[in-house]
């Protein structure tokens, strides 16, 4: 009553009636006369609000009104702006005109409405470019996307570590695509909200835009960036609502390509910007729910805008405003020239190569605008692109960068941090550059510490391309164009309990298998210095040794002077779900450990971990020495891997979504007798594709399903002796959803060809 009745000192008319609105930092007020309607605004007094609040009524003074925004209104003393005690406070206070409408929020959304959103827009961001104000020129805040950074200190506020590597990335992105062409991005006064709640509609047209209290001096693009984020961001395709309005937008004041090039980054960016904010709000004032209404919406579409190919939003934009599009090349023409530059063995995948330009967590995108669904790389193990990994590298390469015989913390650091995921006994540890530079090295570790050459390995087994590695892969030598079986070489059968000889997965086939290769091992005219295999045979067909299986072997190998060598490449660090190193899974402990690939996220590294005395062994001999094997930026890469694995829960993850994975194709198996055995664990799956109502494999089928589902945007392989087995080792990354997409897939696949 107290400022009603002030209030009604101020103004030419009488109030009827004073309704306090939402507001996200200042409190407005509804005030009704007889005759009309409008908005009374008050602000806690600051001098840099009041500059802002005086700029904004210029704003509004200076544009083409027709009812079309709020126009500022006088006080009985001839002043727009009060600075009056209210409640004992210091406050700013001013009024505008009400205007009519519904909310574009409220309204069905049509092409048509979408258009003449984009012809309002422009016209008003016609107006505003021939307009100037310094106060906006010299704000800088969140809320303003070229400041984008300026939100960074929010992003600890977001709880859920996905989410919070999603902003990130999208952080990376903006400075690696926007910040560089900044200066030559024309800039003007823009309304800078143009969200749901500030536009108004009538008769399916745009009628009106309120609240210019985010007025910004910045890139002209970023008017368009929001407007359309908050048109598309609870649409179930976004892409497809942003189109009419760039098209409208660009007749009434024509874009340019440069700004078309970053409107993807800053639609991102707007986002991000949102859930950065609101996850601040939640934080600071748990019960104000008006700072969090878009905050729903805002991580929908971020999810979203992940999966659109930037070069494809790219695409749509130009086509929108009928900019032409940059032919690009084919994939046949790239293979053709990687041809002539490299040996012909020098594969690649599918039947129609893919060419690739980018990738963000389990998406890849290739250079023609379509996004692929990976269930496939298990090198980027925690997502490709990952922020974290990528600010380690970046930031360590841009401080030192230098070769092992220098003394640098990274090395230790890392090193502990590693062995400290290992059994006791595994304590000394060898850095190189690759996992077949692993192998390699844990042979010679082998032959240093038993004096002796011969060597079992596994049937299908794989462990790289050096020489060495390959004299150790069954893969490779007992390929019809390989090398052939070495002398010292003593191959053992797989335990596959699904295919082999023994088929009681319950430790009994484990056992017999085993006593067969201790048979060969006590038949062997010398004794065997090492067995080395996978705890899950990947070009085996992703087959787990049967159960106990080490638990005999190892004693075996032991007891004639060996080593046991667990080839942790593809298998450790999680992945597996149920265990962090696959040897855990069988409960034993190696001697020597062999890891590559994920080590780094694709970074080129590999480490061999073995015991104390083992290393003493080696160290008898010449000098070790890797130019780059754990220098300091592999090292830091590796140790932002570490920490994502734990961060991100990504071991539980993997034990969840394969759990789910895995139970999805039995589902199917009961459908297409097709699928014969369902194995693996964690994320680290295989799925044998076999002629109907047999266990006889069906290469033909099972290459059929990889094409097709690369034809439908899904990236898995085909692998085992028969290249019969459906291959799908995600990053750690992947989702139940992403899992029933896979499957989905699969089956329509199947329901086609069996048709």
């Known amino acids: 009553m107290i400022l009603k009745k002030t209030l009604n000192s101020w103004l030419h008319f009488n109030i009827v009636e004073l309704k306090k609105l939402n507001g996200y930092d200042n409190v407005n007020y509804l005030v009704k006369s007889d005759s009309a309607k409008y908005i009374f605004k008050t602000y806690s007094f600051t001098k840099d609000i009041l500059a802002l609040v005086t700029a904004e009524n210029y704003i509004l003074n200076q544009l083409n009104h027709n009812n079309q925004f709020p126009k500022p209104i006088a006080f009985t003393d001839g002043n727009f702006i009060k600075v009056e005690i209210i409640d004992g406070k210091k406050t700013i206070c001013r009024l505008l005109t009400f205007l009519d409408g519904d909310f574009l929020a409220e309204t069905e959304h049509t092409e048509k409405l979408m258009q003449s959103f984009g012809s309002f827009l422009g016209h008003l961001d016609v107006q505003l470019l021939k307009l100037n104000n310094h106060v906006f020129k010299g704000r800088q805040w969140e809320w303003d996307l070229q400041y984008l950074e300026h939100n960074r ?182 293979l053709q020239e990687r041809n002539h530059h490299f040996c012909s063995n020098l594969s690649v995948s599918y039947d129609s190569p893919i060419y690739m330009k980018g990738s963000a967590f389990q998406y890849m995108y290739d250079a023609h605008g379509n996004t692929f669904l990976d269930a496939y790389n298990n090198i980027p193990h925690v997502g490709h692109s990952n922020p974290n990994v990528v600010a380690a590298g970046t930031k360590q390469m841009a401080q030192l960068n230098t070769n092992t015989r220098y003394l640098y913390d990274e090395l230790q650091d890392y090193a502990e941090k590693l062995l400290s995921k290992f059994p006791n006994a595994l304590n000394k540890v ?12 844990a042979i010679r570790l082998t032959h240093a510490h038993t004096n002796k050459k011969h060597v079992m390995v596994m049937e299908h087994g794989y462990h790289g391309n050096t020489q060495l590695s390959i004299d150790i892969s069954d893969y490779k030598f007992s390929n019809k164009k390989g090398q052939g079986q070495k002398n010292h070489i003593i191959k053992t059968p797989i335990p596959d309990t699904y295919r082999g000889q023994y088929t009681n997965n319950n430790g009994t086939a484990g056992q017999q298998y085993a006593e067969d290769a201790i048979r060969a091992i006590e038949q062997s005219e010398k004794s065997i210095a090492a067995f080395i295999s996978e705890p899950v045979v990947g070009c085996g067909g992703q087959v787990p ?86 220098n300091p930026v592999s090292c830091a890469i590796a140790n932002a891997v570490l920490q994502e694995i734990d961060a991100g829960k990504l071991q539980q993850n993997a034990k969840d979504v394969g759990k789910y994975y ?36 069906n290469t033909e089928l099972a290459h059929h399903i990889k094409n097709e589902l690369r034809n439908r945007f899904i990236l898995v392989s085909t692998d085992g002796p028969y290249d019969s087995v459906i291959k799908s080792k995600p990053p750690l990354c992947f989702t139940k959803e992403n899992a029933k997409t896979v499957v989905n897939a699969i089956s329509c696949v199947l329901e086609t060809y069996y048709a």
């Open 662 to 697: 895995r139970s999805q194709f039995r589902a199917l198996k009961k459908k297409y007798s097709c699928i014969g055995d369902i194995r693996g664990s964690g994320l680290f799956i295989g799925v044998e594709i076999v002629k109907e109502n047999t266990i006889e494999p």
């Open 153 to 334: 200190k929010y992003i600890d506020c977001i709880e859920n570590h996905h989410n919070r590597n999603l902003v990130l990335y999208f952080f990376q992105q903006y400075q690696q695509h926007v910040q560089p062409i900044a200066p030559t991005l024309r800039r003007s006064v823009i309304h800078n909200d143009a969200n749901e709640w500030n536009v108004l509609v009538n008769n399916n047209s745009v009628s009106g835009f309120i609240d210019f209290g985010d007025l910004a001096h910045s890139f002209l693009i970023n008017e368009l960036a929001i407007a359309l984020t908050y048109v598309a961001y609870d649409k179930e395709n976004p892409l497809q609502w942003m189109l009419p309005i760039i098209k409208a937008y660009h007749k009434v004041l024509p874009l340019k390509t440069e700004e078309l090039d970053i409107l993807y980054y800053l639609i991102a960016g707007r986002l991000c910007t949102s859930v950065c904010n609101s996850a601040n709000a939640k934080k600071e004032d748990p019960n104000n729910t008006y700072a969090t209404v878009s905050e729903k919406n805002a991580w929908n579409m971020l999810h979203k805008w992940i999966s659109i190919n930037p070069i494809k939003a790219k695409n749509a934009f130009y086509k929108a405003a009928a900019f032409n599009i940059e032919p690009v090349k084919t994939a046949n023409d790239v």
């Open 545 to 630: 040794l049967a159960k106990d299986y080490l638990k005999h072997i190892y004693p075996a190998i032991r007891k004639q002077g060996g080593v046991c060598i667990s080839d942790e490449v593809q298998t450790g660090f999680g992945r597996l779900g149920d265990v962090f190193w696959g040897f855990e899974a069988q409960e034993v402990v190696p001697d020597i450990v062999i890891l590559g690939k994920p080590i780094a996220n694709g970074h080129p590294m590999g480490a061999v971990v073995c015991t104390t005395e083992i290393a003493n062994s080696f160290s008898k001999g010449v000098e070790f020495f890797s130019s780059f094997g754990g």
């Open 430 to 441: 060898f850095f190189v550059n690759s996992g077949s530079a692993a192998s390699d090295l």
